[in-house]
């Protein structure tokens, strides 16, 4: 029963942010005030949904549910789609929308494929530790996944002014200024919440395996992302490294992110790899 | 009229490319080419209209003269070579260069259709011909006319609500650089009109300082004055682009003036903040290679013509309707050029008869002892007799029933009545 319940769920949460690309999309193409509305509320719907479904797995597994690659996932998705709503609450950025609903459904849609089965916990991750590390340190990639769409969107609309060729992007995407401070807000949010999950996993790591680093490849690639986004922001405030340069940086670091997500997992181990 | 005719010469931003307009030996100036053409055999009216997006010259010659190749050896001088001429200049004769130029005048052959600015152009371009004396009864009609139909196409169509020329697209382009322009600094290098234009835009837009910096301070000033801004000369130049976020150049200087490596060290001390040049100069201001440099941003004319093309669907539709209204003013212009002839014939007509009535009344009049009322009486039935006699020929003239035998029927009753020396 709560099997189902579960698994309908998800399905729900699939389908609204489908439907939220979709809305997104058509606004995209025709911008129309009234399509981009109702795309708002059902990524704000969908959004909702996610929140429920992490609820209710909590309520499954009886553990904060950010141990499987699936649940790692949907909570990823939770931050990005939560990260750009509480941002799209301060300030619009003209058709950002449309690239954080593709970002959120690829994210699910990598989670539908994962397994979602319940694994008992394993005995290290039995801590109230789990839900503050892990947490804190997805969100942070909620963060840094809205200044990574913001670089992309950063060169595109480069790109086209540069070469000087206008295409399709030209009209739709909005100032370089403003993606260029959305680079550097999200960078500021994305940071703060990056070191705190280091800091907070190195503490654990502490109380679970007695020191607190000891080089695990996920603890060496977090320092490099974080290495990467520290010399970026260093290099803003000191040299004024922002544009191009800046957006190139969002999207290099976001792929350090990913890659301590899922590279170190799959491709070099470690005893921080329990989301087989 | 018969063996004249109206011609259009000229190259443009769609036929010739930036390097070769400004190398063009009338491209400079007013006075002096059209003195040259006027020159010419077989010229008889002349106009010259010189902009940073075309040169064009409008004639109205002798048919069977070498006027064509004359003016295009003019134009170009010694920078093409004369076999390479036809590959930028286009040639309008008669009905198509009345076309063309109404084209023009409306804008919609311009490089950002709808634009208001090349009306101004053109007047002014009239207005150095006139005084020169180089046009004469056709060109004066014919400008006059593409001035009308101007205001009658912005009047009638949509064709200028979302686009004024050169400085509505540097506009759009400095939103999509800096979103928001009200705490931006523009500097302007140069005080040409062009400059001024380009700036009130940027000024109705809130932008919130002015800088002119020109190569005599006194025009700077007094085009500073206008947006309340400040003057400089322009040694200051380098320490101004510190400050500045958005650049408009628009010097008569033969060479460019910033080259890259001026402007890499100015962009370390901005701390990169990105700065947009436009160099709406011809010939260039600006190093092209400015634009390679990071958070720098350079447009030249032609390539502000891209960015207009955005809107252009929108204005399409208009210019659709703008187009009609040009093919009917062309019609109405040619079917006058072609009463044209008639018209000074009828004139002759008259006043030959006028003349005639003239003496013969003397005579008869001091030979006889008449009232006043009785000399009036025949001065009327002298008149009336004459007008009467006249209007058959008159209106076989006006008839508009066999429009293209015009030519013979002047010639007819111009040899009929032998007018063929006056005139």
Same mark, same amino acid.
């Given at each position: 029963?709560?099997?189902?319940?579960?698994?309908?769920?998800?399905?729900?949460?699939?389908?609204?942010?489908?439907?939220?690309?979709?809305?997104?999309?058509?606004?995209?193409?025709?911008?129309?005030?009234?399509?981009?509305?109702?795309?708002?509320?059902?990524?704000?719907?969908?959004?909702?949904?996610?929140?429920?479904?992490?609820?209710?797995?909590?309520?499954?597994?009886?553990?904060?549910?950010?141990?499987?690659?699936?649940?790692?996932?949907?909570?990823?998705?939770?931050?990005?789609?939560?990260?750009?709503?509480?941002?799209?609450?301060?300030?619009?950025?003209?058709?950002?929308?449309?690239?954080?609903?593709?970002?959120?459904?690829?994210?699910?849609?990598?989670?539908?494929?994962?397994?979602?089965?319940?694994?008992?916990?394993?005995? #290290?991750?039995?801590?109230?530790?789990?839900?503050?590390?892990?947490?804190?340190?997805?969100?942070?990639?909620?963060?840094?996944?809205?200044?990574?769409?913001?670089?992309?969107?950063?060169?595109?609309?480069?790109?086209?002014?540069?070469?000087?060729?206008?295409?399709?992007?030209?009209?739709?995407?909005?100032?370089?200024?403003?993606?260029?401070?959305?680079?550097?807000?999200?960078?500021?949010?994305?940071?703060?919440?990056?070191?705190?999950?280091?800091?907070?996993?190195?503490?654990?790591?502490?109380?679970?395996?007695?020191?607190?680093?000891?080089?695990?490849?996920?603890?060496?690639?977090?320092?490099?992302?974080?290495?990467?986004?520290?010399?970026?922001?260093?290099?803003?405030?000191?040299?004024?490294?922002?544009?191009?340069?800046?957006?190139?940086?969002?999207?290099?670091?976001?792929?350090?992110?990913?890659?301590?997500?899922?590279?170190?997992?799959?491709?070099?181990?470690?005893?921080?790899?329990?989301?087989? | 009229?018969?063996?004249?005719?109206?011609?259009?010469?000229?190259?443009?931003?769609?036929?010739?490319?930036?390097?070769?307009?400004?190398?063009?030996?009338?491209?400079?100036?007013?006075?002096?080419?059209?003195?040259?053409?006027?020159?010419?055999?077989?010229?008889?009216?002349?106009?010259?209209?010189?902009?940073?997006?075309?040169?064009?010259?409008?004639?109205?010659?002798?048919?069977?003269?070498?006027?064509?190749?004359?003016?295009?050896?003019?134009?170009?001088?010694?920078?093409?070579?004369?076999?390479?001429?036809?590959?930028?200049?286009?040639?309008?004769?008669?009905?198509?260069?009345?076309?063309?130029?109404?084209?023009?005048?409306?804008?919609?052959?311009?490089?950002?259709?709808?634009?208001?600015?090349?009306?101004?152009?053109?007047?002014?371009?009239?207005?150095?011909?006139?005084?020169?004396?180089?046009?004469?009864?056709?060109?004066?009609?014919?400008?006059?006319?593409?001035?009308?139909?101007?205001?009658?196409?912005?009047?009638?169509?949509?064709?200028?609500?979302?686009?004024?020329?050169?400085?509505?697209?540097?506009?759009?382009?400095?939103?999509?650089?800096?979103?928001?322009?009200?705490?931006?600094?523009?500097?302007?290098?140069?005080?040409?009109?062009?400059?001024?234009?380009?700036?009130?835009?940027?000024?109705?837009?809130?932008?919130?300082?002015?800088?002119?910096?020109?190569?005599?301070?006194?025009?700077?000033?007094?085009?500073?004055?206008?947006?309340?801004?400040?003057?400089?000369?322009?040694?200051?130049?380098?320490?101004?682009?510190?400050?500045?976020?958005?650049?408009?150049?628009?010097?008569?200087?033969?060479?460019?003036?910033?080259?890259?490596?001026?402007?890499?060290?100015?962009?370390?001390?901005?701390?990169?903040?990105?700065?947009?040049?436009?160099?709406?100069?011809?010939?260039?201001?600006?190093?092209?290679?400015?634009?390679?440099?990071?958070?720098?941003?350079?447009?030249?004319?032609?390539?502000?013509?891209?960015?207009?093309?955005?809107?252009?669907?929108?204005?399409?539709?208009? #210019?659709?309707?703008?187009?009609?209204?040009?093919?009917?003013?062309?019609?109405?212009?040619?079917?006058?050029?072609?009463?044209?002839?008639?018209?000074?014939?009828?004139?002759?007509?008259?006043?030959?008869?006028?003349?005639?009535?003239?003496?013969?009344?003397?005579?008869?009049?001091?030979?006889?002892?008449?009232?006043?009322?009785?000399?009036?009486?025949?001065?009327?039935?002298?008149?009336?007799?004459?007008?009467?006699?006249?209007?058959?020929?008159?209106?076989?003239?006006?008839?508009?029933?066999?429009?293209?035998?015009?030519?013979?029927?002047?010639?007819?009753?111009?040899?009929?009545?032998?007018?063929?020396?006056?005139?």
């Amino acid at each position: 029963m709560m099997g189902e319940i579960s698994y309908l769920l998800f399905q729900a949460v699939l389908a609204a942010s489908c439907m939220a690309l979709v809305f997104y999309g058509v606004f995209f193409v025709k911008q129309k005030e009234k399509i981009r509305t109702i795309a708002r509320l059902i990524l704000i719907a969908a959004g909702v949904l996610q929140t429920l479904y992490i609820l209710f797995r909590y309520l499954q597994s009886g553990y904060t549910p950010i141990t499987s690659q699936h649940e790692t996932i949907v909570f990823f998705a939770w931050s990005v789609t939560w990260a750009y709503l509480s941002f799209r609450w301060r300030y619009t950025v003209k058709n950002f929308g449309t690239f954080i609903s593709l970002l959120v459904f690829i994210l699910l849609l990598i989670a539908a494929i994962a397994s979602r089965s319940i694994n008992p916990l394993a005995p #290290a991750l039995q801590s109230w530790w789990l839900p503050i590390h892990a947490g804190i340190a997805v969100i942070s990639y909620g963060f840094l996944a809205l200044a990574f769409c913001g670089g992309i969107m950063y060169l595109l609309q480069e790109y086209e002014l540069k070469s000087k060729r206008f295409g399709y992007f030209f009209t739709r995407l909005p100032s370089l200024e403003s993606l260029d401070q959305l680079n550097s807000h999200c960078l500021a949010i994305g940071f703060v919440f990056l070191t705190l999950g280091i800091i907070t996993g190195s503490i654990w790591a502490r109380q679970a395996w007695g020191t607190y680093w000891h080089w695990d490849p996920k603890e060496t690639w977090s320092l490099i992302t974080w290495f990467l986004y520290a010399a970026q922001i260093h290099q803003r405030f000191s040299a004024g490294w922002r544009g191009k340069r800046a957006a190139i940086m969002a999207v290099i670091g976001f792929a350090s992110v990913l890659f301590t997500l899922w590279g170190v997992t799959y491709l070099l181990g470690g005893i921080h790899s329990y989301a087989q | 009229m018969p063996s004249d005719m109206i011609l259009l010469l000229g190259v443009n931003h769609k036929t010739t490319p930036l390097a070769v307009r400004e190398q063009l030996a009338l491209g400079n100036g007013y006075e002096q080419p059209l003195h040259a053409l006027r020159g010419i055999a077989g010229c008889k009216e002349c106009y010259l209209l010189s902009t940073c997006n075309r040169v064009e010259i409008l004639v109205v010659a002798q048919e069977d003269a070498q006027v064509e190749a004359h003016i295009a050896r003019l134009l170009f001088g010694d920078s093409v070579a004369p076999e390479k001429h036809q590959d930028y200049l286009y040639i309008y004769r008669n009905d198509a260069a009345i076309h063309h130029l109404f084209m023009v005048s409306t804008s919609l052959d311009s490089m950002i259709v709808g634009e208001a600015q090349i009306l101004g152009q053109l007047k002014e371009a009239y207005r150095h011909a006139a005084e020169l004396k180089c046009t004469g009864p056709v060109l004066n009609k014919l400008l006059h006319k593409s001035f009308s139909v101007a205001k009658r196409v912005r009047s009638e169509t949509l064709i200028g609500a979302s686009a004024v020329s050169i400085s509505y697209a540097a506009v759009e382009l400095a939103k999509k650089i800096f979103g928001n322009l009200q705490d931006k600094n523009v500097l302007l290098i140069g005080a040409g009109e062009m400059a001024e234009l380009a700036a009130e835009h940027l000024v109705g837009q809130g932008v919130r300082k002015v800088v002119v910096a020109n190569r005599t301070l006194s025009r700077a000033m007094d085009l500073a004055k206008r947006f309340n801004g400040s003057a400089v000369s322009l040694d200051e130049l380098f320490s101004q682009l510190e400050q500045a976020d958005i650049v408009i150049s628009s010097t008569g200087a033969p060479n460019i003036i910033l080259h890259k490596q001026d402007v890499k060290p100015i962009m370390r001390a901005r701390r990169n903040e990105p700065i947009f040049f436009i160099d709406i100069a011809v010939p260039r201001d600006l190093d092209p290679e400015l634009n390679d440099l990071d958070n720098v941003y350079l447009y030249d004319i032609d390539d502000l013509h891209n960015v207009v093309e955005i809107n252009k669907s929108e204005r399409d539709k208009e #210019a659709i309707k703008a187009r009609r209204i040009v093919d009917e003013e062309a019609l109405k212009f040619l079917s006058w050029l072609d009463n044209l002839s008639v018209v000074p014939t009828i004139a002759a007509l008259r006043k030959k008869a006028d003349t005639i009535c003239q003496v013969e009344l003397e005579r008869t009049l001091c030979r006889l002892q008449l009232s006043p009322e009785e000399q009036k009486a025949i001065e009327k039935m002298a008149l009336a007799i004459s007008s009467r006699l006249l209007h058959d020929p008159v209106s076989f003239l006006k008839n508009d029933s066999c429009k293209e035998q015009h030519d013979i029927k002047v010639e007819m009753i111009r040899a009929a009545f032998n007018l063929m020396d006056k005139n």
